[in-house]
Nanobody, 124 residues
Framework: QVQLVESGGGSVQAGGSLRLSCAASVGTFSTYAMGWFRQAPGKEREFVAATSRGGGVIDYGDSVKGRFTISRDNAKRTVNLQMNSLKPEDTAVYYC?????????????????WGQGTQVTVSS
């Protein structure tokens, strides 16, 4: 069983930055691909970013490419999401997810474990 705990959410003005962190309570963290998703009220869960087990393969959703950066530290069992140039449309609950699949891609159902989410609010 993998437990994921997100932190770092909050409120920020447009153009600002936030850094989300996700801590995993599993000894074999390096065997999981990790991803970030977000969900705004009334909308489907949206892929934000993902990193492979070793961090060598990274993917970003089109709406965040060039503004967000995902990184992982297998020794600390954490995955981070640095969010810059935030926009009001980035407002959502952000979820950390872990997948046993080598390349889970952008589909939420390919991820096996989820955190409880952290709220990010960007005001104009």
């Amino acid at each position: 069983q993998v437990q994921l705990v997100e932190s770092g959410g909050g409120s920020v003005q447009a153009g600002g930055s936030l850094r989300l962190s996700c801590a995993a309570s599993v000894g074999t963290f390096s065997t999981y691909a990790m991803g970030w998703f977000r969900q705004a009220p009334g909308k489907e869960r949206e892929f934000v970013a993902a990193t492979s087990r070793g961090g060598g393969v990274i993917d970003y959703g089109d709406s965040v490419k060039g503004r967000f950066t995902i990184s992982r530290d297998n020794a600390k069992r954490t995955v981070n999401l640095q969010m810059n140039s935030l926009k009001p449309e980035d407002t959502a609950v952000y979820y950390c997810a872990a997948s046993r699949t080598v390349v889970p891609g952008r589909t939420p159902r390919n991820y096996d474990y989820w955190g409880q989410g952290t709220q990010v609010t960007v005001s104009s």
